[in-house]
């Protein structure tokens, strides 16, 4: 007897759509027909020709909780994410402490393993001085790395130089991990910030001048050139602008081990939004042109991009709302983990800019390809774990911020228009979020580990 039975449903993959039904049993796929088995199942759930697909690998989240609760929560910002259709959450190293070493890195491990709705994977941050305990958090699982070239926080994340970047991209290479690079000019961002808070600007576009696309761009390049020799898998992070896409591709189609993620909040906000969101869209690199923005949406459609993050990060609303007055106190960082997959559903699926099949591929199979999870995660073939969303493309709603699970409410989306939503999470084969209510408990959420 199957546990459960998912019928009447088109399920998606990369390569297409199949209408048909998912057994589930002991928490994993069990079978995938077109027609119904004589076998019983415990339970069903009728889909009613609404789409199915694998549950979202959000690759790029801070929900901090660990020394900063006021930030984000574990057992809640997962819960949003559950209700956002994201059934891996793989969880950044910036926290208070810092994953930069065995010890934090277990001290996290311990307060996810009890809080997590979802499953998890955890990174390990790379920087100045810490390559042996890279070493050490890999055995123990880390699911991949973070190093940033720009946006130090300091006594907890520093900047790597281009030296240390060239040393912990040959870790990289020989633990065969991933890291994600955080890819901008840390001295050009400085001077430029110095000149236009000296010229007293305070305001949004002074934000969008201080961070400039040639910045961001010169440190892809460099990011890019380091990493020719030792081939370590690098993935560049939130990438903001067209051009940046074009320079990981070629490199890539060159033989270079570099890949390309972008965001939702790259795609569907733009610069000449500022003025109506503010400090609300204040994350870093920041948003572009809207005209760069169709560029881009054309790129994702071409696989040119291969991954979408949410760069999920919670600040107080009282930081925010400094931003308003001064844009330089306010907070680098959006919510995201509720609204990331409805707006691609939306903007993307909804308006014809990408195929859903094309969705799953970026939000699902490459993410756990690259963390090398896959196919446990972010596929629905027999084997895999029952992680699966049922989505509604006809489902319209008015994006409420203040309705948010997760510990901040808030978000540069909020009062966005909705059509296509996740309106059911299961994670391993249990439902973990139904019609934008957590009905999942926190500790349900597993640590996931590379497939070595």
Not at 296 to 323: P, V, Y
Not at 365 to 381: C, H, T, V
Not at 388 to 399: A, F, L, S
Request: glycine residues 10%; proline residues 4%.
């Amino acid at each position: 007897m199957f546990d459960l039975l998912i019928k009447n449903a088109k399920i998606v993959s990369s390569q297409g759509i199949t209408d048909g039904n998912l057994y589930i049993k002991d928490g994993k796929i069990a079978a995938v027909s077109t027609e119904l088995l004589a076998d019983k199942s415990a339970k069903e759930i009728d889909a009613a020709g609404k789409f199915v697909m694998p549950g979202v690998v959000d690759e790029h989240v801070h929900i901090i909780d660990m020394g900063q609760r006021e930030l984000g929560r574990y057992e809640l910002d997962s819960g949003s994410a559950a209700v956002g259709g994201i059934t891996t959450v793989l969880e950044m190293p910036l926290s208070n402490p810092p994953s930069t070493s065995l010890a934090s890195f277990k001290q996290k491990e311990e307060r996810a393993e009890k809080n997590f709705v979802v499953d998890y994977g955890l990174y390990g941050g790379a920087v100045p001085g810490n390559l042996d305990e890279m070493y050490k958090m890999d055995e123990a699982g880390c699911i991949g790395f973070k190093a940033m070239m720009a946006g130090s926080v300091p006594g907890m994340f520093e900047v790597v130089d281009d030296g240390q970047l060239l040393d912990i991209f040959q870790v990289i290479k020989e633990l065969d991990s991933t890291i994600g690079v955080h890819a901008e000019n840390d001295a050009l961002i400085g001077r430029l910030e110095k000149g236009l808070q000296a010229a007293g600007r305070c305001d949004m576009n002074a934000f969008f001048a201080s961070r400039p696309i040639f910045q961001e761009n010169e440190a892809i390049q460099r990011a890019i050139y380091l990493n020719s020799d030792p081939q370590c898998r690098l993935l560049i992070v939130h990438v903001s602008n067209p051009y940046g896409v074009k320079m990981i591709h070629k490199a890539r189609s060159q033989g270079n081990n570099v890949h390309c993620e972008t965001g939702p909040h790259y795609l569907n906000l733009c610069e000449e939004y500022g003025a109506k969101i503010g400090p609300y869209m204040k994350f870093a690199p920041p948003a572009r042109k809207k005209s760069l923005t169709e560029m881009m949406w054309q790129q994702l459609a071409d696989g040119m991009i291969e991954t979408i993050g949410s760069d999920h990060g919670g600040h107080l609303r009282e930081n925010k709302e400094k931003g308003w007055q001064n844009i330089w106190q306010a907070g680098n960082g959006a919510l995201g983990l509720e609204t990331s997959l409805p707006m691609m559903l939306t903007e993307g699926v909804g308006k014809g800019r990408i195929t859903i099949e094309k969705l799953v591929e970026v939000m699902c199979e490459n993410p756990a390809k690259l963390f090398r999870i896959y196919p446990k995660k972010g596929s629905l073939q027999v084997g895999a774990d029952a992680d699966i969303v049922i989505v509604d493309m006809n489902y319209e709603y008015t994006i409420d911020a203040s309705k948010f699970k997760s510990y901040q409410k808030h978000g540069p989306f909020d009062g966005f228009q909705v059509k296509g939503a996740p309106v059911m999470t299961l994670v391993r084969g249990i439902v973990v979020a139904d019609h934008g209510e957590v009905v999942g408990k926190p500790g349900y959420g597993q640590m996931v580990r590379p497939i070595k």
